[in-house]
């Protein structure tokens, strides 16, 4: 089944800077794409969904980034501050509603 | 905006005991989901459903079962704890195949 990589697990940032957050998954057959952030004592938090026929989709204060040649999902942090402290996680599923699967999480620090 | 609530938050059995979750979404999605989550792991899917009646295994079901009684309750039973199965739960609801899951704010779960 669908296996997903996600580097690093844990990220310390100084605010103001950027950070880069990776995923790589196995299925050429997945089609839709997740970025979720949890937050401590919190539930998961959807930041974007990408669709397969999306390359760059820019939320607000990051940037996702698909590229099916290479199966690889990246959240760009593009100036970080305090309240993006928290786990994030990235998600994949495939073309029906069944569960995704997830990485297990990177850790974001920032740091004044 | 999106509702799925958990009850209870916190609980603590022994070896061997009898637990019940329980997840309501009141968004009037079709699809259900229940993960655990686990340090190392990420979020793993355990079981999900289509509607009330339904239930489809997941990919870590060994020792739960699972209940879909209405559109906006599902349930998720251990008959015989283990301290295996001492982790976060968490619920979700989507609209559809592709669609962003909406995740409850967790149960967390000590088995002694």
């Known amino acids: 089944g669908e296996q997903v990589e996600q580097r690093p697990p844990h990220l310390s940032v100084r605010e103001g800077d950027s950070a880069v957050i990776i995923c790589t998954y196995t299925d050429p057959n997945s089609y839709y794409f997740f970025w979720y952030k949890q937050e401590p004592g919190a539930g998961l938090q959807l930041l974007m969904k990408?669709?397969?026929?999306?390359e760059i989709n820019e939320g607000q204060g990051f940037t996702v980034l698909l590229n099916k040649k290479d199966k690889q999902l990246s959240l760009n942090l593009t100036a970080a501050h305090p309240g993006d402290s928290a786990v994030y996680f990235c998600?994949?599923?495939?073309?029906?509603?069944?569960?995704?699967?997830f990485g297990l999480g990177t850790r974001v620090s920032v740091f004044p | 905006e999106a509702a799925v609530t958990q009850s209870p938050r916190n609980k603590v059995t022994v070896t061997g005991g009898n637990v019940t979750l329980s997840c309501r979404q009141t968004n009037s999605h079709n699809y259900m989901y229940w993960y655990r989550q686990d340090t190392g792991h990420g979020l793993r899917l355990i079981h999900y459903s289509y509607g009330a009646g339904n239930l489809q295994i997941g990919d870590v079901p060994d020792g739960y079962k699972a209940t879909r009684t209405t559109q906006e309750d599902f349930f998720l039973l251990l008959e015989l704890a283990s301290p295996s199965q001492t982790s976060l739960y968490f619920c979700?609801?989507?609209?559809?195949?592709?669609?962003?899951?909406?995740f409850g704010p967790g149960t967390r779960l000590t088995v002694l």
């Open positions: 990408v669709f397969s026929s999306t």
């Open positions: 998600a994949v599923s495939g073309n029906y509603a069944q569960g995704l699967t």
């Open positions: 979700a609801s989507s609209d559809g195949g592709g669609d962003e899951q909406y």
